[in-house]
């Protein structure tokens, strides 16, 4: 069995892990509708890049996932333009670092909304016509954070849980009808959503980036090393094979260790 001609909406590859998946789906011969944010200019260069590189079709929206009808909005506007919606990852995340007792509402709602909600409203908007073609495969970039706490992240933490827990039914519902749903828990990836982190760290300790990035490091993962986009690409690219055809409901860890302590 081969990709070559499937259909994928991958949500946040405009950057990072996305756009590792993103790019690893592309080298199979998968079509793309590209989400996320960013300068208009650069996201063009990625779409056109990807197309030419790979000779797929690539679509972009910016659609904000935070809003439930923008997310059934760009499933549907995938199925139209593309022909088809036949891998979803759900993979677009924001993070916000504080104490419970200081954690502004508004982050807690937006974090909800983005990495909890927007993989519901995805899932449900995709889930028919993946039935119906009996051949899907839903993958939910979830995180160490889905399945162990740490301090100060409340609401990302309580979201990747969600996700775990949202997988693990939809795997359940979807087990005999060709679709497949699982979540991916990576640990420290090198993207802007964790450089922002290190930044904010060096500031509040006097240091400087590089000592804070040893110390996020050592603090979680017995591997003293990132994971890299590509991997978590490669990740999906299998779980979408015939190989992984009854993998479903699962946690799958890609974390140098982190979650085996
Ligand atoms: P990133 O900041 O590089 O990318 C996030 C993407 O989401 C960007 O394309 C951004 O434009 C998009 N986005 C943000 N808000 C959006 C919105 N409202 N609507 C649509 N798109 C939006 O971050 P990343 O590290 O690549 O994170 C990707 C996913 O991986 C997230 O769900 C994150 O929680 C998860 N994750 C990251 C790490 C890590 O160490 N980087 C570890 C575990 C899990």
Known sequence: ?????????????????????????????????????GDADEIEKIRGGLASEFSVTVRY???????????KAIVKKTQVELGSLDILVNNAGIQFVAPIEEFPEAKWDAI????????????????????????????NIASAHGLVASPNKVAYVAAKHGV??????????????????NAICPGWVLTPLVEQQLEE?????????????????????????????????????????????????AALSIDGGWVAQ
């Open 1 to 37: 069995m081969t990709l070559r001609d499937k259909v994928a909406l991958v949500t946040g590859s405009t950057s990072g892990i996305g756009l590792g998946v993103a790019r690893a789906l592309a080298t199979e011969g998968v079509h793309l509708m590209l989400n996320g944010f």
């Open 61 to 71: 929206d910016g659609a904000d996932l935070m809003r439930p009808e923008q997310v």
């Open 112 to 139: 909800l909304a983005l990495n909890l909600s927007a993989v519901f409203h995805g899932m449900k908007a995709a889930i028919p016509q993946m039935k119906a073609k009996r051949w899907g495969r839903i993958i």
């Open 164 to 181: 775990v827990g949202a997988t693990k039914v939809a795997g359940i519902e979807l087990a005999n009808d060709g679709v497949t749903v």
């Open 201 to 249: 760290r060096a500031s509040q300790s006097g240091t400087d980036v590089a000592t804070e990035t040893k110390g996020l490091l050592e603090e979680k993962q017995p591997m003293l090393k990132f994971t890299s986009p590509e991997s978590i690409g490669a990740m999906v690219v299998f779980l979408c094979s015939d190989a992984a055809q009854t993998i479903t409901g």
